[in-house]
Nanobody, 126 residues
Framework: QLQLVESGGGLVQPGGSLRLSCAVS????????LAWFRQTPGKEREEISC????????YYVDSVKGRFTISRDHAKNILSLQMNSLKPEDTAVYYC???????????????????WGQGTQVTVSS
């Protein structure tokens, strides 16, 4: 079992930055891939970034490459997403999620993540 609690959402102007955090708790945390998803009304939840338990490999969807950075603090069990150069189209509810990995990375593979946080709203608007 995995428990995830997001924080750090809010209102930011276009071009600004925001840092999301996700506190992760549970057992055998080092065996989970952790990811950030986002969802807007009427659209499916989208995996935007992920960090694998296997070699720490990272995945980014094209729309956030070069602007967002995912990181994982194993000592504090915190997953973070640094978001820079934010655009109005980044407005969404952001979720952190986790999935158990065995032998191969599950990031960016349309994986069914089994554990989810409650979500945090990010609004990019002037």
């Amino acid at each position: 079992q995995l428990q995830l609690v997001e924080s750090g959402g809010g209102l930011v102007q276009p071009g600004g930055s925001l840092r999301l955090s996700c506190a992760v708790s549970g057992e055998a945390l080092n065996y989970y891939a952790l990811a950030w998803f986002r969802q807007t009304p009427g659209k499916e939840r989208e995996e935007i970034s992920c960090i694998s338990s296997i070699g720490g490999r990272t995945y980014y969807v094209d729309s956030v490459k070069g602007r967002f950075t995912i990181s994982r603090d194993h000592a504090k069990n915190i997953l973070s997403l640094q978001m820079n150069s934010l655009k109005p189209e980044d407005t969404a509810v952001y979720y952190c999620a986790g999935v158990w990995e065995v032998a191969t990375t599950l990031c960016g593979r349309d994986t069914n993540f089994g554990f989810w946080g409650q979500g945090t709203q990010v609004t990019v608007s002037s």
